[in-house]
């Protein structure tokens, strides 16, 4: 996990608003954060860099995708 002043990519906030799932530049790893700022987990397994990260709608999945590969994560 990266903390303030660290490039972001990408991010977004789970349906409850209480996560925010986070894609750093130039990274194959992603963030989740608790909604204190606080990292709670990283999703690491792609390949290459992710692009893009998003919940599910219903919060149960994060989803991360890089130019290759998309993967749900429980």
């Not at 906030?13 to 700022?37: E, N």
């Not at 987990?41 to 919940?55: N, Y």
């Amino acid at each position: 996990a990266q903390g303030p002043g660290h490039s972001y990519l990408n991010g977004s906030y789970g349906p409850d608003g209480a996560r925010l799932v986070t894609v750093s530049a130039f990274s194959s790893a992603a963030t989740i954060w608790d909604g204190k700022g606080n990292p709670v987990h990283v999703l690491d397994g792609h390949p290459d860099d992710i692009r893009s990260a998003a919940f599910s709608p219903t919060g149960a999945h994060a989803v991360t995708a890089s130019e290759r590969l998309v993967r749900v994560w429980d």
